[in-house]
């Protein structure tokens, strides 16, 4: 299990601040949320932890199993065990399914690449041979990209909106999937505009305005989407 250290995390793109001096202890082994209203700078702060680029110049630090990761690469990042499954997946022309999830996969045999599609309840042999390109839907895509990560078995994994694209059928195996994910011991950090995704999760941290405004059980922040606010000392005044 991955635990995922947040200290005194800021950064500024284009002069503004995005982040604001976050602090956050993901667990290893539970399902965390961050919620919060656009713009409150979540998926800046996945992009952050995941070290992509335009996103490193941070101030303070990110520790994995108490060692620093702030210098370390996307590809370095990602061999220690830390995965982002973003919100709109990517396309790879050219690649098939099943040699997309082959690649990363702890088990390459063909047994778990069947199992883990099926996982996301998507059918084996309708989709082992084709592409991962623009015939498949966004939602296609985005379950492929979860049963890449059930085949990889990170430490760390952070799922950006999974509810997105998603029909409402399939949306319980994704909620099977990240339950899958937490027995398996990996760090599950889910950022969702969705009661439903936040009732999945264990512990869950409030943001606005790139600051950590509230953290406590899931049960507690799900008060969130009713009030669709919490008070706070942000001022939603428009910048000039």
Request: hydrophobic share 40%; charged share 30%.
């Amino acid at each position: 299990m991955g635990t995922l250290e947040i200290k005194n995390l800021s950064l500024t793109l284009n002069g503004k601040r995005i982040l604001d001096n976050v602090n956050i202890d993901f667990w290893g082994g539970h399902v965390h949320a961050i919620v919060g209203p656009n713009g409150a700078g979540k998926s800046t702060l996945a992009s952050a932890i995941m070290g992509l680029e335009g996103y490193r110049d941070i101030e303070g630090e990110i520790l994995l199993d108490g060692k620093s990761i702030k210098n370390l690469g996307i590809d370095e990042r990602a061999r220690r065990g830390i995965t982002l499954a973003w919100q709109e997946p990517a396309r790879y022309e050219g690649l098939t399914v099943k040699n997309f999830l082959r690649a990363p996969a702890k088990d390459k045999s063909d047994g778990s690449i069947r199992s883990v599609l099926s996982m996301v309840d998507l059918d084996p042999d309708e989709y082992l041979k084709r592409a991962v390109d623009k015939t498949l839907s966004g939602g296609e895509r985005k379950k492929i990209e979860l049963a890449s990560i059930l085949a990889t078995r990170p430490k760390v994994v952070m799922l950006d909106e999974p509810d997105s694209g998603i029909d409402v059928a399939s949306l319980e195996r994704i909620f099977d999937a990240i339950k899958l994910l937490k027995s398996q011991d990996s760090t599950v950090i889910l950022i969702t505009h969705s009661l439903a995704v936040l009732k999945q999760a264990e512990h869950a941290f409030l943001m606005c305005a790139g600051k950590i405004m509230e953290k406590g059980r899931a049960e507690k922040l799900s008060r969130y989407f009713k009030d669709k606010c919490i008070p706070c000392d942000h001022k939603n005044v428009p910048e000039d």
